[in-house]
């Protein structure tokens, strides 16, 4: 067995998100990163195998927490742009959020690698454990992504593997 988790493609992860929300994704790559030091935070999942190592990270703007947490839900545009212009996620958008990136750790899972599945989802601005935060700057591989969601809004995506 693979002792690394794949990094999944660009297009896998747009594939993904466009089947789960049941719209359009317009993907662009090559994006600055995530970073969760900015004022507004960001959605942090930390990914684990069957023995609770730590395999891949993937984060999520405010912009885009709020916009796939409303668009998965079939919530109004207007409320994920609110909780944008407001700089705080709604807990529901949060929740639709966090479940989209337990249903990512799919992107993980292939043959010839480790079992992963989601460990624990950080909202935005919430302390971060120790052995996931030193990971966030670290050179890794990782697909770093704009993401635009037809009729809700666009965000960025950092999916990171360790």
């Not at 747009?14 to 990163?33: F, I, K, N, S």
């Not at 395999?55 to 703007?61: E, F, Q, S, T, Y």
């Not at 927490?65 to 545009?77: K, N, Q, V, W, Y």
């Amino acid at each position: 067995m693979n002792a690394k988790s794949p990094l999944p493609a660009a297009l896998e992860v747009r594939e993904l998100l466009e089947g789960l929300l049941g719209r359009d994704v317009e993907a662009q790559v090559g994006t600055p990163p995530v970073d969760t030091r900015v004022p507004a935070g960001a959605t942090v999942a930390a990914y684990v195998d069957d023995q609770l190592a730590l395999r891949a990270i993937v984060l999520m703007d405010l912009s885009l927490t709020a916009h796939s947490g409303a668009a998965i839900a079939l919530m109004p545009a207007a409320g994920a742009a609110d909780a944008v212009e407001k700089g705080m996620i709604t807990p529901a958008l949060y929740d639709n959020a966090a479940e989209i990136l337990n249903i990512m750790a799919s992107l993980f899972n292939k043959d010839d690698a480790p079992h992963v599945r989601l460990y624990e989802a950080y909202a935005p601005r919430e302390a971060l454990a120790a052995d996931i935060q030193r990971w966030l700057l670290a050179y890794v591989p990782r697909v770093d992504m704009e993401l635009t969601i037809a009729g809700y809004g666009t965000g960025s995506l950092s999916v990171m593997v360790i």
